[in-house]
């Protein structure tokens, strides 16, 4: 089973920053972030990675973590606006895939 790191990147309000920074860390598949920066007049960035197995993915690992990120912070109003980008993905290694817990597999979304 193939597991991909997805680095990614969160813009939003900087009265936002550390509360969003702090809600990423409770998304199913959560890694690592980097400490939050200002990027301009009132906006902030935080880098960021996901991991995301095959067996969870729909399309591309890519397109995996930005739907989960999304779905995640949509539940939280009181957050927006966010961005999300997903960036680049890597696989892990398979000593390291095992260290993370599984993602939850979140229901398909009806059309």
Known sequence: MTAYRVSMQATCQAAQVQGIAEY????????AS????????????????????EEVQEGTPLHAAEE?????????????????????QEPLPEDKAQEVPPEHI????SL
Not at 24 to 31: A, D, E
Not at 68 to 88: F, I, M, S, T
Not at 106 to 109: F, G, H, I, Q, V
């Open 34 to 53: 980097e400490p939050p920066r200002q990027i301009d007049q009132g906006q902030a960035r935080i880098d960021f990675s996901v991991v995301v197995r």
């Open 68 to 88: 989960r990120v999304g779905q995640y912070l949509w539940q939280r109003p009181d957050l927006q606006p966010v961005e999300v980008k997903a960036l680049a």
């Open 24 to 31: 990423l860390q409770v998304i199913p598949g959560f890694y």
């Open 106 to 109: 979140l229901p398909r979304r």
